[in-house]
């Protein structure tokens, strides 16, 4: 596609729900990235893929949160047992490749409100 | 450890004045530094980046950035601001390691006057 195309925008879910946000990279893009940004706050790393493999989950905030991309194209973050300081804008981020050198294009982010 | 400082949560010009948004960064080699801009319920959009070489570097939307090592500072300019530039700008540093993975900066929110 011509851009990082995340879905759904919006996403309201109750407390202790399980939710999944789905990413569609740019085709051919290698690197894919999850970030969490809060309200107010610049975005955070949780994840990085490049191609199937998830290479580095360091800042995935608790065994709740997991993510995959079993086909190295789309990938899917889920929130098991959400809770409230999970409400936040979850952005994906796609790159040709994981060197430093390769700018990220970003989608719109879903933006998750925990009730 | 890396991070990025933006000293300015919130600044206000006015349209057609000049514009200069702070970044410092902490990293222990060479940084590759990003400025992105966000519009509201929008994703980041790249202004810029710096890797080597020239320390002036030019992006979209006549926007310019200078790095500093002695610095360590990666400040943004534009000589003459826009209504349409009203935003929430962020300045990144990519982390060590080959993830390419980026650390940003807390933001700054820019209000245009008219």
């Known amino acids: 596609g011509a851009g990082v195309s995340q879905s759904p925008r919006y996403k309201v879910a109750k407390r202790g729900q399980d939710v999944a946000l789905r990413c569609d990279p740019i085709?051919?893009?290698?690197?894919l990235f999850w970030y969490q940004q809060a309200l107010g706050q610049g975005p955070e790393f949780l994840t990085y893929f490049q191609n199937e493999a998830q290479l580095d989950k360091s800042g995935l905030p608790s065994d709740r949160f997991f993510a995959e991309r079993p086909e190295g194209s789309v990938s899917t973050l889920k929130i098991q047992r959400t809770q409230q300081e999970d409400s936040a804008v979850y952005l994906c981020a796609s790159s040709s490749q994981g060197a430093q050198s390769q700018p990220q294009h970003f989608g719109d982010g879903t933006r998750l409100s925990i009730l | 450890a890396q991070s990025v400082t933006q000293p300015d949560i919130h600044i206000t010009v006015s349209e057609g004045a000049s514009l200069e948004l702070r970044c410092n960064y902490s990293?222990?080699?060479?940084?590759?530094l990003f400025w992105y801009v966000q519009s509201p319920g929008q994703g980041l959009q790249l202004l810029l980046k710096y890797f080597s070489g020239d320390t002036l570097v030019q992006g979209i939307k006549g926007f310019e950035a200078e790095f500093k090592r002695s610095q360590s500072s990666f400040n943004l300019r534009k000589p003459s601001v826009h209504w349409s530039d009203a935003a929430e700008y962020f300045c990144a540093v990519g982390s060590s390691g080959n993830t390419g993975k980026l650390i940003f900066g807390q933001g700054t929110t820019l209000q245009v006057k008219p």
């Open positions: 990293y222990g080699a060479t940084p590759y």
């Open positions: 085709s051919g893009h290698v690197s």
